[in-house]
């Protein structure tokens, strides 16, 4: 379904999709390499990345590269957007760098992964800005994150979830059904002000209760 999701999506040319790191999302990266997508105009790029080199597990261009790119044949290849900063030293000319792209390269769709604690691509907290990506250091981490911007996300015209795993049940249920306004959840909070069509596609492990599978209409109030 997500494969035929993204054919069905990209075939306006060209464009820019947003993808997601992690590991849910390698399971649509192997679809996607055995399904017919016309890949050419097509430019990707990570909805975050942290500050490491390319052959770092913790990557998530690497990830996308290693597992997406590499394994496509057809001679014309998506092109991967690899504005990030790999070192430190770099970051302010890499945000510099990928705030100019995003301004002139606006993404029409974004695929994205749900954490256990409810962030996406980079967002964890709730952070207020006009830019479309900012520097993020989070305690528990040692190194540094950038990440596409709130402010940017709600702006896209298709948002699309991944969702796998018994792990994201508690987390999938307190995003859909949790209206305690004091605790700040990025994707409930996508789901409600995003201006475009927002999709979330899970397995059953991670389906909560209460929720049929297949077509589902939440309301956030």
Not at 150 to 158: A, D, K, S, V, W
Request: aromatic residues 10%; positive net charge; contains cysteine.
């Amino acid at each position: 379904m997500a494969s035929k999701l993204f054919k069905k999506l990209t075939i306006r040319k060209p464009l820019t999709v947003l993808l997601p790191g992690g590991n849910s999302p390698k399971v649509f990266y192997r679809e996607l390499i055995n399904y017919d997508v016309n890949w050419h105009n097509i430019s990707l790029i990570a909805s975050d990345e942290r500050v490491v080199s390319l052959s770092s597990n913790n990557s998530n261009m690497g990830m996308i590269q290693r597992e997406l790119l590499d394994h496509i044949t057809e001679e014309e290849k998506p092109n991967l957007i690899k504005l990030y900063p790999l070192i430190d030293h770099d970051i302010e000319n890499g945000i510099k760098l990928l705030e100019q792209y995003l301004s002139n390269n606006y993404p029409e769709i974004a695929f994205l992964g749900i954490g256990e604690d409810g962030h996406t691509a980079g967002i964890f907290k709730e952070k207020t800005t006009k830019n479309n990506c900012y520097l993020v250091k989070n305690l528990t981490e040692p190194y540094y994150r950038i990440t596409i911007s709130m402010n940017l996300l709600t702006r896209i015209p298709y948002l699309i979830f991944f969702v796998l795993g018994s792990n994201k049940k508690k987390s999938l249920g307190k995003i859909l059904f949790n209206k305690n306004n004091k605790i700040f959840l990025p994707v409930r909070f996508l789901l409600k002000n995003g201006l475009g069509e927002k999709i979330i596609l899970c397995d059953r492990k991670a389906a909560p209760s209460g929720v049929d599978l297949g077509e589902s209409i939440i309301s956030f109030n």
